[in-house]
Structure formats: C-alpha cells, structure tokens
C-alpha cells in the first residue's frame, strides 16, 4: 500500500510546543488525519485537514499541509503531561486510511 | 452510542488453536475495518466490509485469516490455526458511507497472545 512515514519518538516538556511530522505518498489522498492513541485505548481522531488547505488551526492543535512536498506536521502548544500518547498520522486511500507507524509523544514534567 | 465493541478484550491462546475475534459496529455505519497492530509493523489494514461486503482484502495475511460480516451489527476475524507471530492488538473500526472527512471510529481492541 502507500506509505506514510514519521518519526518514531518525541520528548518534549510541559508547557513546549511540540511538532511532529509526517510524510506520505499517495497524491490522490483527499484528507489527511491525526489520531491519537493513550494506553491501553483504540484510535480516536484528534483532527484533520482537506487537501485544498495547508493550515487548520483548533485549540491548541495547528495542522500544516505542504501538499507538493506531501508533508504534514502537527503542533501542540502548550503540551500537558496528558497529551502524552502516541500519534499517529493517516491519508486517505478511496475508503481506506493508510496509518503511519506512530510517533511516541512523551511529556516530561 | 456505545461505540465500536469488540470482544475479547484479551485472548491467550495456544499456537495451532482457533481464534474468533468479535466486532459490533456503530449502528448505521456502512463501513467495516479490521486493522492489527504490532510494535515491527504499526497499524496494517487487514480487511474492510461495505454493506456486509468484503471490498479489500489484501491485507490478510494468509490464508489462516478468515473474515466475515454476516449481517449489519456484527463482523468476525477468525485466526485457523493460530501461530505466536500472530499475536498482535487487533482493532476494528467503522464509518458511515458518503463524502466529507470519513471518519472512523475504533474498538478498544483485542489483545491475542498466542503461545
């Protein structure tokens, strides 16, 4: 299938922004997609962003679409020890979401 | 809504039983996903179900999967016989049909460990 990529662990401490990024390869992909996964829990979606856009702000989330480079980042201001949790990237396939591998969000007091 | 369901919550088996894992979809949800999920691979798409359908399943493993969706309210993924390298968090999801973001909403999850 295609692949979406992104880096395996982030460290980062209370009260920092923290930025993850992603990579994917399907162009045909009409919404990209953050999950974020606690302990023990399945996927639950935190926030998306259509293809046509290249910014989506909602609280403390910013979503950053380049689609010519096919990267896609997103930003918490102001991490809390509770958003500690792995995050993981999708793109849309037709009906299907094509996961990345999850980035390991870590907040240290 | 109670959400997606899936039951086991956790399964220990031994190598070479049968396993049936079991999902209830959101009701009025059209779409139907088995995802697994290792530390090696991430998140892979296994099968997924449109209108009781199986549409995809290229991403079964072999032929010791199996999946079926016998009617709107109710999906299984059965693992014949069973083998360690199975073990895996298994989770279901489902989302309505039509345009827009699709979202899908996910199970807890099975966690099957196998002997």
């Known amino acids: 299938g295609e692949d979406v990529e992104q880096s395996l662990f982030l460290s980062v401490r209370e009260g920092d922004s923290s930025v993850i990024n992603c990579t994917y390869t399907?162009?045909?992909?009409?919404?990209l997609y953050w999950y974020k996964q606690e302990p023990g829990a399945g996927l639950q979606l935190l926030t998306y962003i259509f293809s046509n856009m290249d910014m989506k702000q909602d609280q403390r989330l910013t979503v950053l679409l380049n689609k010519k480079d096919k990267h896609l980042s997103l930003r918490i201001a102001d991490t809390q020890t509770g958003d500690s949790a792995i995050y993981f990237c999708a793109a849309n396939s037709g009906y299907a979401l094509n996961f990345g591998k999850g980035t390991s969000l870590l907040v240290t007091p | 809504d109670a959400g997606v369901i899936q039951s086991p919550r956790h399964e220990v088996t031994e190598m070479g039983q049968e396993v049936t894992l079991r999902c209830k979809p959101i009701?009025?949800?059209?779409?139907l996903f088995w995802y697994r999920q290792t530390m090696m691979r991430g998140l892979e798409l296994l099968i997924y179900?449109?209108?009781?359908?199986?549409?995809?399943d290229s991403g079964m493993p072999e032929d010791r999967f199996s999946a079926k969706m016998p009617n709107a309210s109710f999906s299984t993924l059965k693992i014949q016989p069973s083998e360690p390298r199975d073990s895996a968090v298994y989770f279901c999801?489902?989302?309505?049909?039509?345009?827009?973001?699709?979202?899908?909403?996910f199970g807890p999850g099975t966690r099957l460990t196998v002997l």
């Open positions: 999801a489902s989302r309505r049909a039509g345009g827009g973001y699709n979202e899908q909403f």
């Open positions: 179900f449109n209108n009781n359908v199986p549409i995809d």
């Open positions: 399907d162009s045909s992909s009409t919404y």
């Open positions: 009701s009025g949800h059209d779409y």
